[in-house]
């Protein structure tokens, strides 16, 4: 067992954002996984990750003549990965599946083990080919991998572990084999499970239902995902149908959300759950040394003039869109930024909502959009709104912008190059919004609904513009998107615009204090500190004490 002031942690997440050249990753959830291995990284903390190698990544997603996205499924050639020299066996439908360990640690990130069903002369590629792709059966083979896989690889690797935290409910097999392993030695099932609850941290990411999955248990047995476990412990552990969240939540020590409001919200949307973790708040941060252009630090830490870097940066950014689109902008027009998955909480399309106050500023030449983002390969309404974009780039050549293939790449050209990062979800779904953070440290400001992260972070004309502010008397029989839009009108008209093109110094002031603002507070060095001091030393001290009252 290590010092108590650092238990030993491996990190289970299905998706890692560290760098381009690793195509595993979606969104929002990998990235955040790819920051926390490098915060652990620059602090020196004893963490590993356990990931998949997604032989054929998530999608590479283009448009077609007619707008509408398709996908591409390109293998990779992962060659410059470690091959440790470890398999390891599961059981997934009748079948020992052998998967390969192989090791990312280039990317000053701590150690990330990835397994891999889909080697040269396997059967199983299937398993680990599409990140969130396939069918239900596709999804149970992928997460008996990294749950059941993820803890034996670690016992092959010789790592020793302290806690297990489990990034979303993809990682619950985890528990399944740590249970299985006690009753191996003799305990019974409650022994088995208060036993390993100390050992788990559990992170619940989103309040939309389609991210809490449930499974029927009778499929569960089929694939073998019960890993032993019978029909009534399961049932104990998830009900029926299974839902992988609330097993998360019944077997983990400490649960947490990820902003301060999401974390109401998830203790609101699970409180009829006996038997369950305390949620408690940790809010999200970003890797700002990945994240945050260097020309702006050294002039934020300098107290040095922010305008001309800020410029240089945009400027780099007009000529990324060039190269890819062919479409020149102004580096001297105001421009927001909006890149994020489509999905259809999240309003993409809401400020082309009223064509009437939109054109204006674009025949007056005050205002330029550039979106870009994915949609899940099966979700048509996500699609529909990809294709409501790449319209409007259509009918506004000059001043809207589509970037197909949104990735790591496309992202840190937008949170750093742009002027504004605009931010629309439906309350309260957005559980955090890390992407607001990456433009913030960049000093781009944030005009956002007061969702997730910004409930705690930008402060109303001072470091961005929260849309609450405004109209808060509108009549109840609004709708929250009429309200919305009108609200975001009224900012761009009567804040925004004149702000950037008439008060400067105001503008320099309000990207100063948002660089203030987020640089600590909404890092992931902060974050894996709050986790160590809030989550893993109670969690590991807990085994102690209950190591010495055995």
Known sequence: MQDQDKPRVA????????????HIYCGGLGILAGDYL???KDLGLPVVGIGILWRQDYTNQYVGVDGWPYDIYKTYDFDFLKDTGVTIQVRV?????????????????????????GYPDTPNGWMTSKLYGGVEQDRLANEIILGIGGVRALRALGID?????????????????????KMALGMDFEKALNTTRKEIIFTTHTPVMAGNESHDIGLIQYMEANNGLNYEQLKRLGDDPFNMTIAGLRMAYLANGVSKLHTKTANRMWEHIQDRARIICITNGVHVKTWQDPRIRLAYERNEDLWQPH????????????????????????????????APYKRGELIFRNADAIEPLFREGKLQLIFSGKAHPNDNPGKEIVQKLVQMSRKYPENVIFLENYDMSICKHLISGCDIWLNNPKRPLEASGTSGMKAAVNGVLNLSVVDGWVAEGPEHEVSGWLID????????????????????????YENVIPTYYKDRERWVNMMRASIEMASYQFSAQRMIKDYYEKMYKPAYQAQKESAVTV
């Not at 990190?11 to 690793?22: A, P, Q, V």
């Not at 572990?161 to 392993?181: S, T």
């Not at 902008?329 to 105001?334: A, G, M, R, V």
């Not at 502010?469 to 761009?492: C, G, I, N, R, W």
């Open 93 to 117: 439908r009748g079948t020992d599946v052998t998967c390969k360990v192989w090791k990312a640690d280039q990317f000053e990130n701590a150690p990330l083990y990835l397994l891999d069903a």
């Open 469 to 492: 502010e405004v109209f808060k008397s509108l009549p109840e029989k609004e709708t929250e998107d009429e309200k919305d839009l009108q609200a975001l009108y009224h900012l761009l």
């Open 161 to 181: 572990v302290d806690l297990y935290h489990f990034n979303e409910g993809h990682a619950v097999f985890a528990g399944f084999e740590l249970i299985r392993e």
């Open 311 to 342: 410029m240089e940066i945009k400027k780099e950014l007009i000529q990324f869109v060039k190269d890819i689109t062919g479409r020149e902008l102004n580096p001297e027009t105001l421009t927001i930024g909006f890149a994020r998955r489509a």
């Open 11 to 22: 990190y289970f997440c299905m998706e890692y954002g560290l760098d381009d050249s690793l």
């Open 38 to 40: 490098k915060a652990a």
